[in-house]
């Protein structure tokens, strides 16, 4: 096994020729509404017998302002792939019932005659077969599910329903009740408030008897159920301690699945102050191994190790302390010799498994691509979802040497699409830091010209750009532009002290990186030093923000969904608890200056940069607020700049044409203030 470091040191890059079969004449660049031809492919699932592979196709439709989501099946041994669930309304969740004779979804179909019609339902499609029927009738709808061992019953996990408002009586356009808060925690984006005691519980649904079964209960929630080889109990992950808004202590816990009195009676087999999560049996019943976070003061900077425990509870055995890189996902193979999980190293995503006795890792899928999610079948059988630079996730079956691609979902319009080349680079900071990022070159590059570039920052902080189809990169490459993407301090997949040197101080050393990533690019001759742009999403935007009140030398700036002035989000976002772990309650001693520190607001008297301001109506992730700020400061500045809010929307854009709207918007900003040739600039 290679060790877990980057693969290429120094000032030097990977080429990665993006290729396509049809002729270079007949191919064109990527537009905006490309981004709805390109369909979504996830979940792999194997049949019993290791024939079939079921999976997901979502696709987007401008024109009705909706997506979908269908379950098609392909043969392990290639083919044609077959649509399962029919066109017209999303399905999702497949799985195979353990004899192989029905393939099991989830859908919300609109049948009112039905107990629960409308909602999220367990439905049932019968191979040798005919129609689809629904099997659940939960009133409030389902979230997961999955099977027993012996087919007979499912495991559901079930959101308690919404109480009847009452507040207003019948008096005609009555206003809804008042919300009233008690949580410490009050508030999530894409939910609001956070109010009543709703919360989500386990039950087991009899297949045949269609008796449904509370098993957990409580002021407390439930999520990553899984059965027992034998049935006969079920372990999930929950918060229990007695101020769950308060940390992310999350531990494992066992519940029998015959259990009568809704819960009462628990074993609590991890005790870690951390997070524990994605427990997974062994075939044996024995041992549980799962994904554990053992610094909880270092909030999402902290490494997720593998770990196992007996099922019964006791001491557990820490399995990845010096892999320093984070687990996902983690199963027993099926002969319990083995754990298989997902790690992420560098701006790549492997499959590892481990020998649980000689504790020996071998990557059994690696190389320049990213594992999604993956499905284990008979006889080590394994489905991936992969996905590399010039094409979204697909399914693949086999590891290594013997990994083959059995969908093709997406290659009839990619052979259409000049794509463009991208560069996996490596170069210093200005600590001498090595940094790892991706630059794409205009489509149609010419050796020798410097192009207009444009610097796009990642999410997170804690996350990455990596080995995987980037649709933005792309389209902005098609429009004439260098992109150079960075992954900073603070990203994910280099190990913890890497992302943790981001704390408590955003736009340091982060800001030094993400420059260099622009400098490296016009040493090498790629980018024009005169026409820099800089732009992102959520942390992107922060960044963005930070990059434009210490420098002038970008000419157009696209700040998304950002935060600029910390302490006026303090009970306003959702992260309360990861703020006061990282800045310190604001009123206590010296606190208030960390908060100060790391706001670029007190520097937006030296922003000169166009900025453009972007983001979502009712965003409670960064909530709008603080965009509106930026964008108030800026216009009394007299610095060019919009403010442009997407109304009813969350921290993501879901309508397709508000999706539209921000590329094309991106586009005509960029093509504005940085593709024009211009005379040099000086540092103000």
């Known amino acids: 096994m290679k060790p877990f470091t980057l693969s290429v040191l120094g000032s030097c890059a990977m080429l990665f020729l993006v290729s396509n079969p049809a002729d270079a004449q007949e191919r064109r660049p990527l537009q905006v509404d490309d981004m709805f031809a390109i369909k979504g492919v996830g979940a792999p699932v194997i049949s019993p017998d290791g024939a079939w592979i079921a999976y997901t196709v979502s696709e987007t439709s401008l024109e009705e302002e909706r997506s979908e989501t269908r379950i098609w099946m392909v043969s392990a041994a290639g083919g044609d792939p077959m649509p399962m669930t029919a066109a017209g309304s999303s399905a999702g969740n497949p799985e195979f019932s353990p004899d192989g004779k029905y393939l099991s979804f989830t859908a919300s179909r609109g049948d009112t005659a039905s107990r629960g019609g409308g909602k999220n339902q367990v439905w049932l499609l019968d191979r040798r077969g005919g129609e689809a029927r629904q099997l659940t009738e939960v009133e409030q709808g389902v979230g997961g599910y999955s099977w027993s061992a012996d087919g007979s019953r499912l495991l559901l996990s079930i959101r308690d329903p919404e109480p009847e408002d009452t507040w207003a009586g019948d008096k005609p356009n009555a206003p809804r009740a008042p919300w009233v808060i008690d949580r410490l ?9 956070l109010t009543g005691n709703q919360h989500t519980h386990l039950y087991t649904f009899d297949v045949a008897t269609q008796v449904l079964t509370q098993i957990t209960s409580g002021d407390h929630d439930e999520s990553g159920a899984t059965w027992s080889p034998d049935g006969n109990y079920v372990a999930f992950v929950s918060n229990r301690t007695d101020e769950p808004d308060g940390n992310e202590n999350s531990d494992i816990w066992v519940v029998g699945a015959d259990n009568t009195d809704q819960g009462q009676t628990l074993l609590q087999v991890t005790t870690n102050p951390g997070s524990d999560s994605s427990p997974a049996w062994s075939p044996d019943g024995n041992w549980i191994t799962y994904v554990t976070g053992i610094e909880p003061d270092l909030i999402w900077y902290a490494t997720d190790h593998l770990a196992i425990v007996s099922s019964e509870g006791g001491q557990p ?23 298989v999980f997902r790690v992420e190293d560098s701006a790549e995503n492997h499959l590892v498994s481990m020998d649980l006795e000689s504790r020996e ?23 991936t979802q992969v996905a590399t630079l010039d094409r979204p996730n697909e399914i693949h079956i086999g590891t290594g040497d013997r990994l083959r691609r059995v969908t093709t979902t997406n290659d009839a319009f990619f052979e ?30 010419q050796e020798g010209l410097r192009y207009p570039t444009l610097l796009r920052i990642h999410g997170g902080p804690v996350s990455q750009f990596r080995h995987a189809f980037n649709f933005e ?11 150079v993407q960075t992954n900073p301090r603070g990203s994910s997949g280099y190990g913890q002290a890497f992302s943790a040197d981001l704390w408590a101080e955003w736009g340091v050393r982060d800001y030094e990186d993400v420059v260099a990533g622009v400098d490296y690019t016009i040493e090498q001759g790629w980018s024009d030093e005169n026409r820099l742009g800089v732009g992102g999403w959520s942390y992107g935007g922060i960044l963005t923000d930070h990059v434009i009140t210490q420098t002038g030398r970008f000419r157009g700036a696209i700040t998304g969904a950002s935060e600029v002035l910390y302490i006026a989000n303090y009970g306003h976002d959702h992260y309360q608890l990861q703020w006061e772990k990282e800045l310190g309650l604001p009123w206590e001693g010296d606190n208030r200056q960390a908060w100060e520190d790391i706001s670029p607001f007190n520097k937006v008297d030296q922003v000169t ?4 301001i972007m983001g979502g109506e009712e965003d409670w992730n960064v909530p709008i607020q603080n965009s509106e700020q930026l964008y108030q400061a800026l216009r009394r500045l007299g610095v060019p700049t919009q403010l442009v809010v997407y109304p009813g929307q969350s921290h993501g854009l879901r309508p397709p044409s508000y999706q539209k709207d921000r590329y094309e918007r991106y586009l005509a900003w960029y093509d504005k203030w940085v593709k024009p040739a211009v005379k040099p600039i000086t540092e103000p």
Not at 416 to 427: D, H, P, S
Not at 473 to 483: E, H, K
Not at 609 to 612: C, D, F, H
């Open 416 to 445: 259409g699409i000049e794509l463009a080349e991208v560069k996996n680079v490596q170069f210093p900071s200005k600590d001498g830091t090595e940094i790892e990022g991706f630059v794409t070159l205009p489509v149609g590059y």
């Open 609 to 612: 940069t166009p900025t453009l």
């Open 473 to 483: 990169a792309q389209l902005f490459a098609a429009s004439g532009y260098v992109v």
């Open 361 to 383: 890792m071998n990557r059994i899928i690696d190389g320049p691509l990213s594992v999604g999610s993956f499905a284990q079948g008979p006889d080590g059988m394994i489905a």
């Open 185 to 193: 925690r009050f508030k999530r984006d894409g939910v609001g408030y």
């Open 317 to 339: 055995r820490l399995l990845t302390r010096e892999l320093d890189r984070n687990v996902r996902g983690p199963r027993f193979s099926s002969d319990g010799e083995e754990i």
